[in-house]
């Protein structure tokens, strides 16, 4: 089985910087997109940033600028970087990895169980 396991987060103040970290743990053959999303209270799941199959990078909007998503594909690890922390930042942020579980598979979609993130103003 395939587990995403993230650290990080916690409760920071406007203008601050945090860090997030997801490993993927388990038995599969590799992984394509890996990267973070994030949900605020009543608000749908959105892309934050992934780090895309082929090392292409892709950020919100809202974080770009101010954010550095990367992986370390040696250790199936992705990191999150983001700077000038707003309110609005706050949210649960998710690990998301497309893994190929089997070496004639698909890509399936896994998800970490969350880490909050508040951002105090």
């Known amino acids: 089985q395939v587990q995403l396991v993230e650290s990080g987060g916690g409760l920071v103040q406007a203008g601050g910087s945090l860090s997030l970290s997801c490993t993927a743990s388990?038995?599969?053959?590799?992984?394509?997109?890996m990267g973070w999303y994030r949900q605020a209270p009543g608000q749908q799941r959105e892309l934050v940033a992934v780090?895309?199959?082929?090392?292409?990078?892709n950020y919100a909007a809202s974080v770009k600028g101010r954010s550095t998503v990367s992986r370390d594909y040696g250790k199936n690890t992705v990191l999150l970087q983001m700077n000038s922390l707003k309110p609005e930042d706050t949210a649960v942020y998710y690990c998301?990895?497309?893994?190929?579980?089997?070496?004639?598979?698909?890509?399936?979609?896994?998800w970490g169980q969350g880490t909050q993130v508040t951002v105090s103003s």
């Open positions: 998301h990895a497309e893994v190929i579980v089997g070496g004639q598979d698909a890509p399936r979609s896994f």
């Open positions: 388990g038995t599969f053959f590799g992984i394509t997109d």
């Open positions: 780090v895309e199959n082929g090392n292409i990078l």
